[in-house]
Structures are given as structure tokens and as C-alpha cells.
């Protein structure tokens, strides 16, 4: 089993940044990939950003690329969605997940933060 406790989030303003955490227990850390998913009003979940299991790779959604960066620190358990120049369409709930292979397909990942809102103002 693995639990995932996300923090972070908030209302900001567009052009601003934030920074997502995604602390994780139960098995070992290094045992699992995460990514970050987000789900905005109306539309379905998809795939933001993931990381491998010691970071050596990344992979980034279109809509991330340039602007969000997906960080770990496997010391402190915790994988980072650094999210800058923000815009109105980043708004949503966003969560990390976690599961053995790196991948975009939300059916893939068996384990889930509770979620985390993000609201950009214009």
C-alpha cells in the first residue's frame, strides 16, 4: 500500500507560480513512479506531468511543457509540481499518483493523493 498526502495549492493570480507537494508512506519511495493528473470543472481528469522512479526521466502533457517542472526528493519522500506563469485554464483540482511504470493513462495508477485545488485568477 501506498498513501500519498498532498499539499500546496490556492488562489493565485495569473503570472504567478505555486509549488505542489506530494509526501508519500507505505512502501519503499523509490519503488514507484508519480504523476500528476488535474481535473478542471466539467472536463475529464488528464495527465499534467510524471517522474520516474529516481528521476531520470520526466515526461510533461503539452500544456506543462516550459511552464511546470516535476521534481523528487527521494530523501524526504515527496515528489514537487513546480507550476509557473500560470494561467485562467490552469484552474482545477490537481492530484498525484503512483505506480510502477511511467505513463499518461489515469487507469494505470492504483494510488491517488486527495487532491489539491488550484484557482488562477485573470
Known amino acids: 500500500q501506498v498513501q500519498l498526502v498532498q499539499s500546496g495549492g490556492g488562489l493565485v493570480q495569473a503570472g504567478d507560480s505555486l509549488r505542489l507537494s506530494c509526501a508519500a508512506s507505505g512502501r519503499p519511495f523509490t519503488s514507484y513512479v508519480i504523476a500528476w493528473f488535474r481535473q478542471a470543472p466539467g472536463k475529464e481528469r488528464e495527465f499534467i506531468a510524471g517522474?520516474?522512479?529516481?528521476?531520470?526521466?520526466?515526461s510533461y502533457a503539452d500544456s506543462a511543457k516550459g511552464r511546470f517542472t516535476i521534481s523528487r526528493d527521494n530523501a524526504k519522500n515527496t515528489v514537487y509540481l513546480q507550476m509557473d506563469s500560470l494561467k485562467p485554464e490552469d484552474t482545477a483540482v490537481y492530484y498525484c499518483?503512483?505506480?510502477?511504470?511511467?505513463?499518461?493513462?489515469?487507469?494505470?495508477?492504483?494510488?491517488w493523493g486527495q487532491g489539491t485545488q488550484v484557482t488562477v485568477s485573470s
Open positions: 517522474i520516474s522512479r529516481f528521476g531520470r526521466s520526466t
Open positions: 499518483a503512483a505506480d510502477s511504470r511511467l505513463s499518461g493513462i489515469i487507469g494505470q495508477y492504483h494510488y
